[in-house]
């Protein structure tokens, strides 16, 4: 068995293709390199975004449940996408189907039931949620 037959033919043009890219991306790199500007205004430093200039440390310190908020969201969101495309297929899987995704939309309020009992969904400060607390017991006293 030699090399001819192991090889398929059909992977040169790939090959190819692959070192030309290669060659192609290292030639602009190095033509920009050699024809770019080089400049330094005592404004080549400084951090520019949304054309405001900015202010203070960039090392600002965020509350955990902005990142708590942002991954429930995710995590909802991306159920969501789930429920839509059972919708469009809500014919072809038939009460099987139906089944299992009421099984799963069950499970999610199932997760978001756990999650407003815990707390995790109020934004208020400790104080706010002490005194949301003695509402809450004084009406059911």
């Not at 192991?6 to 790939?14: E, K």
């Not at 290669?22 to 080549?44: D, F, K």
């Not at 499970?107 to 995790?120: E, H, K, M, N, P």
Request: glycine content about 8%.
């Amino acid at each position: 068995m030699n090399l001819s037959e192991v090889s398929n033919p059909a992977l040169w043009p790939l090959a190819v293709f692959f070192i030309l890219v290669v060659l192609l991306v290292m030639s602009i790199i190095a033509v920009s390199s050699v024809l770019g500007q080089r400049h330094r205004g005592r404004t080549t430093d400084e951090i520019f975004e949304c054309g405001l200039i900015s202010t203070g440390s960039a090392r600002v310190r965020f509350a955990a449940k902005f990142y708590l908020m942002a991954m429930f969201f995710v995590i909802f969101d991306l159920e969501s996408v789930f429920i839509f495309v059972w919708s469009v297929g809500v014919h072809e899987l038939g009460w099987s189907g139906y089944l299992e995704v009421s099984v799963f939309i069950g499970i999610l309020l199932a997760a978001l039931f756990y999650l407003w009992r815990v707390g995790a969904l109020e934004w208020g400060t400790l104080k706010q949620k002490k005194d949301a607390q003695k509402i809450r017991r004084k009406r059911h006293v």
